[in-house]
């Protein structure tokens, strides 16, 4: 049985899910950013419980075919900057087409009628939140984040940065707090 679950979105998201599905007895055979399967079916008492189980976790049983595609796209896009090496330089139609075998356009639709975004604003936001994951760590200078997430320039890194944070890129560096949001907020 494959069950899709709202807010996975890092590999100890997959652990903690992983460990309630064992808890509670069932056997996952796979647990992946926002999907899982499991050995046998599930009744709806028993989905019941493991929603409410999930719930306390801060995740959510998805049961509508909407909102199982919204969250395959942010999955995508969630994989695509935070966990994967693939060039973010990609055309992200093509990228979320391949991933979810989709037209684009009726998922672009979609996505904007259930979010209120739009996919290239929820990609934008993903991005600047790894640039301040990269900022914070200090390892990097900002050319090279800008060319690591796929600016063309760091004005442009820059541009976006400050758009969506009012900040520079170089004073959010300089920041002593941490202003970084978690990727389930949004």
């Given amino acids: ?55 306390a976790v801060g995740f959510k049983l998805i049961d509508n075919k909407k909102s199982k595609t919204i969250e395959k796209i942010k999955n995508a896009i969630v994989e695509l900057v935070h966990h994967s090496d693939n060039d973010l330089h990609t055309n992200l139609s093509a990228f979320i087409t391949s991933k979810i075998h989709q037209d684009y356009h009726y998922l672009s639709n979609l996505f904007s009628e259930v979010e209120g975004t739009t996919i290239e604003k929820y990609f934008i936001h993903q991005r600047i939140e790894k640039a301040k994951e990269l900022l914070v760590y200090d390892e990097m200078t900002i050319s090279e984040i800008a060319d690591q997430l796929g600016y063309s320039s760091v004005a442009y890194l820059s541009n ?27």
């Fill in 1 to 55: 049985m494959k069950l899709y679950i709202k807010n996975m979105v890092c590999s100890r998201c997959k652990m903690m899910v992983k460990a309630q599905l064992e808890t509670m007895g069932h056997r996952p055979l796979s647990v992946d950013l926002g999907e899982v399967e499991i050995e046998n079916e599930l009744s709806k008492d028993q989905l019941l419980q493991l929603d409410t189980a999930l719930k």
């Fill in 160 to 186: 976006q940065f400050k758009k969506i944070t009012g900040f520079t890129p170089s004073y959010f560096k300089s920041l002593k707090e941490n202003k970084r949001q978690n990727i389930e907020d949004l």
